[in-house]
């Protein structure tokens, strides 16, 4: 179902894609979600003991 899902989507988002606007968009997008999690660790790694 995953692979099947994935193949599915992507043929349903191409067109979507296809502009370097969404690629941007998308790119901080997941910059966020990272900066997101590497402060989480941070904090609770040099949170309180």
């Known amino acids: 179902m995953w692979f099947y899902g994935l193949g599915f989507g992507a043929r349903?988002?191409?067109?979507?894609l296809a502009r370097p606007a969404?690629?941007?968009l998308l790119d901080r997008?997941?910059?966020v979600?990272?900066?997101g999690i590497a402060?989480?660790?941070a904090v609770e790694a040099f949170g309180s003991p």
């Open 22 to 24: 969404a690629w941007r």
């Open 33 to 35: 979600v990272m900066w």
């Open 39 to 41: 402060i989480r660790l």
């Open 12 to 16: 349903l988002l191409a067109p979507l």
């Open 29 to 31: 997008g997941l910059a």
